[in-house]
């Protein structure tokens, strides 16, 4: 059977699948979405056997590596020939290492096409720095800096980098033929942007990366249906869902710029609670309100 090498036993201990819920859902076009409380991811898939393949936009979670592996196998009997990294995030690099290790040739016979893993650059040099604690193994072997276009299973595939976002080195997939969008991190519908200062991120390139994913889209009606777009994590989204989450970034954005312009110092930013009216929605125990107006204080501050 094609691909055989996505069942090879794994010998890693993994929280069983069963513990976290997930779910696979068509999306549209050959775009299918793999949806867990861990994250998502999308899967491409072809309809001409012995052609075509699958293309995964990140791998998942370490922990859903098993189930990940076999839901691709329900929908595609062909190989994995291709994975695109949103981001260097480990829950959306999860699989990397066995994909890859899996195609690599043994005893110097390869006798299953190799994977391309393509990432922006930035997420390469930041694998690759000295402690990073990322194996080789699970690093691109494909970069690209602004753009990479391909055809794949019968449909045009951009990568486009959105800069300075999330990440310095976060990247969305654009499907053309299937209308579908992966957003990575930078778009989710569970919690506030993670605003990561530390590799490059900021908030002026969220917003902006949250703009270009707008002109993007296509909605069929009232900024409805249409283009769908996969966030990093949460439920699949349209056009309108994206514009909430733009707008409000926007609002507190705004909000955090004008207490720097009168002086406020970020305890002050802090007491004023510049996000009270999302918290309810988008405020988690991991990445609080707060934490957010710290993160967009500090990214303005520094701009």
Not at 22 to 50: C, W
Not at 153 to 177: C, M, P, W, Y
Not at 245 to 271: F, P
């Amino acid at each position: 059977m094609r691909a055989a090498f996505l069942f090879t036993a794994l010998t890693a201990s993994l929280v069983s699948a069963q513990e976290i819920p997930f779910e696979v859902r068509h999306v549209q076009g050959n775009v299918y979405m793999f949806a867990s409380t861990l994250g998502n991811i999308a899967i491409q898939v072809g309809k001409d056997p012995g052609h075509d393949g699958v293309l995964l936009v990140d791998t998942g979670p370490a922990q859903l590596r098993n189930a990940i592996l076999a839901e691709i196998r329900k929908l595609s009997e062909e190989p994995v020939r291709f994975i695109i990294a949103t981001s260097g995030d480990a829950d959306h690099n999860g699989s990397n290492e066995v994909l890859l290790k899996q195609a690599a040739p043994t005893r110097g016979i390869q006798t299953q096409p190799e994977i391309a893993l393509f990432a922006q650059d930035n997420v390469l040099q930041r694998f690759t720095r000295n402690g990073s604690g990322i194996p080789s193994g699970a690093w691109p072997t494909l970069t690209f800096l602004d753009e990479k276009s391909f055809a794949f299973n019968g449909e045009a595939i951009q990568i486009i980098a959105e800069k300075n976002a999330h990440t310095d080195g976060d990247s969305i997939v654009l499907f053309r033929g299937s209308n579908v969008i992966a957003a990575g991190d930078i778009f989710l519908t569970t919690g506030y942007p993670a605003i990561d200062l530390q590799r490059g991120g900021s908030i002026q390139g969220e917003i902006k990366a949250l703009n270009h994913i707008l002109d993007l889209t296509v909605p069929r009606s009232m900024q409805e249906g249409g283009t769908m777009v996969i966030p990093g994590h949460g439920r699949l989204c349209d056009e309108a869902d994206v514009t909430d989450y733009r707008d409000m970034l926007t609002i507190i954005r705004d909000r955090v710029q004008d207490m720097l312009n009168r002086g406020k110092t970020l305890d002050e930013a802090r007491a004023a609670r510049l996000s009270r009216d999302y918290d309810r929605r988008y405020s988690t125990s991991a990445w609080t309100g707060d934490m957010f107006v710290e993160a967009v204080y500090g990214s303005l501050k520094a701009k």
